[in-house]
């Protein structure tokens, strides 16, 4: 008792350090053991940063057009939370087991196909293009070719898995994966003319049959005769008055040549997004503070909002963003590499490879770098669709992460 009566009173301070301690090694702890906390963290920056910057994009524009500035901002931020739920379960699936199922490269490649086709029946028009499904109660507008991109990375893996080594090497096994590839692509094109997600499905199957094969020399052949054929179109267009035929892609290659000849048609998206970067500077006008976005950009919460993103942010704000996205991508690079089992790898390399895609692409089309070809900024630009389903890869890679990790502390 007397020894009771002498302990001085718990401080308060020490109390809340105690906590913060507490958490602290809760959190390290968890990162060390289940998943790497480190592309966590990234991927909730780029999402919370995406949800800040259409806002800022799209705030004119949503109160012009439907009288409340947090129009679009409220659409993706429902997206976005349904993306982190179905990321936070897609991390516990069984996804080792998959290729243990029964015909599953028939079903995988069965569903990417199919949901192409429920376009036709249920699809709607928006924007010129008839490419969305609408669900129903939640409002949310899902486009078929974000789930084929998803189920052709699970199909591209398992079938790859399954050939093994000297298959996939051979070019019997390429051409195989490639062709199955090809027919998705063309379908894509064929039945929601959506080019840009055709070429992204093509180019991911390119990437993950080249890091399953030990043979480059068939992936250096194809890659100079892909180059020497975009070369030509541009040289075509170049020397030709092909863009007067009415086709609009080769009105774009026109007009990414010739934008001087086309300001106010079909090179003037173009020209404004480059205006925009213009205006940024080294430090930007300010977080709201775009000129180009007021009625002069079109879509600037789009595909262009990485222009928006330089004239309120700066080159300086560009440059961290694109550093975000290399830590994200190189995150993904080191849990491939650790994966025990070559599904799993191969998962992972067909997700990163998808998001490096679709990052290139559209810095390279916002900066003039190549003719416009549609494709969206992940977790930047505005579009429920994409943002769910680029989560759910996530998901992916942070479930073989998980995975990794259990074997590890096993053996």
């Known amino acids: 008792m007397a020894a009771n009566r002498n302990q001085k009173p718990n401080n308060t301070g020490d109390v809340i350090k105690g906590n913060f301690k507490n958490a602290a090694d809760t959190i390290s702890s968890y990162a060390e053991t289940n998943v790497d906390m480190n592309l966590v963290f990234i991927v909730l920056f780029l999402v919370g940063f995406g949800l800040l910057m259409v806002y800022s994009a799209s705030s004119y524009v949503a109160l012009r057009d439907f009288g409340r500035s947090n129009y679009y901002f409220k659409k993706q931020i429902t997206a976005d939370l349904l993306g982190l739920l179905c990321m936070a379960v897609t991390i516990f699936l069984p ?44 409002g949310l507008n899902l486009q078929p070719a974000e789930i084929t991109k998803l189920f052709m990375i699970l199909f591209l893996a398992a079938m790859i898995n399954a050939l093994g080594n000297a298959v996939i090497s051979s070019w019997k096994g390429f051409l195989m994966c490639m062709g199955l590839s090809g027919v998705a692509s063309i379908l894509i094109y064929a039945i929601t003319d959506n080019l840009s997600s055709a070429l992204i499905v093509f180019m991911i199957a390119f990437v993950m049959c080249f890091v399953a094969s030990q043979d480059i020399k068939k992936y250096i052949l ?37 934008p001087e000849n086309s300001a106010e048609t079909s090179a003037h998206q173009m020209l404004q997004g480059l205006y925009a970067i213009g205006n940024g500077g080294w430090f930007g006008r300010g977080l709201g503070q775009s000129v180009q976005k007021i009625s002069v950009l079109p879509e600037p919460q789009n595909d262009m909002i990485f222009a928006v993103i330089c004239e309120e942010l700066g080159i300086v704000g560009a440059i961290s963003l694109m550093i975000m996205f290399a830590l994200m991508i190189y995150r993904m690079l080191i849990i491939a590499k650790n994966a025990r089992d070559r599904f ?46 680029l989560l759910i890869e996530v998901g992916l890679v942070l479930n073989v992460d998980r995975a990794t990790r259990a074997e590890s502390r096993e053996h």
């Open 95 to 138: 996804l080792k087991k998959i290729p243990e199922i029964p015909h599953v490269k028939k079903i995988l490649y069965s569903v990417a196909i199919g949901v192409v086709f429920m376009v036709i029946p249920f699809g709607f028009e928006s924007h010129g293009a008839r490419r969305w499904i609408q669900v129903p109660f939640i």
């Open 344 to 389: 799993s790898f191969l998962v992972v390399s067909g997700v990163m490879a998808h998001f490096a895609i679709q990052i290139l692409l559209n810095i390279a089309v916002v900066t003039g770098s190549i003719p416009n070809t549609g494709v969206s900024l992940p977790f930047i630009s505005y579009g429920g669709s994409s943002a769910l389903f």
């Open 222 to 258: 194809f890659i100079m005769l892909g180059l020497a054929a975009a070369g030509g179109v541009v040289a075509y267009v170049a020397s030709s008055d092909a863009a007067s035929n009415g086709n609009f892609r080769l009105t774009r290659i026109s007009s990414w040549l010739h």
